[in-house]
């Protein structure tokens, strides 16, 4: 890993340390909580009370593949964000604190939200 490389992961972890000291997550308001690779984006909802995983959509899964055919890294994130809305309702849950992990709120990770609220889910 090169010098500007391990200090833009420093600091993206700098980030999501200080974030996650405001935003935690219940059983009524889980944590939905995005993880970005270079090739794929997850989303997680995180009941942080209890330690567990309410439910968990990656866009390598095979039922974003089978939504999204081919498509951008940006639109199989916004497909990621409807699918872990839909999970939630099955759950009951309408409502979520949104955890960036870190990265900038633009690009993948903002379709992923966008998606997740046009599914339904507020935060």
């Not at 010098?3 to 420093?10: F, L, T, V």
């Not at 999970?87 to 966008?114: M, N, P, Q, T, W």
């Amino acid at each position: 890993m090169s010098k500007i490389a391990s200090q833009r992961y420093h600091s993206r972890l700098a980030r999501h340390e200080r974030v996650r000291t405001k935003v935690e997550g219940s059983a009524e308001r889980p944590r939905l909580a995005v993880r970005r690779s270079l090739k794929h984006i997850y989303a997680q909802l995180v009941d942080d009370a209890s330690g567990s995983s309410l439910a968990l959509v990656t866009s390598n899964s095979k039922e974003v593949k089978e939504k999204l055919g081919e498509g951008s890294k940006s639109d199989a994130s916004k497909v990621v964000g409807e699918l872990i809305a839909a999970k939630a309702k099955e759950k009951g849950i309408s409502a979520v604190v949104f955890d960036r992990g870190g990265y900038l709120y633009h690009g993948r990770v903002k379709a992923l939200a966008d998606g997740a609220r046009e599914g339904g889910l507020k935060f």
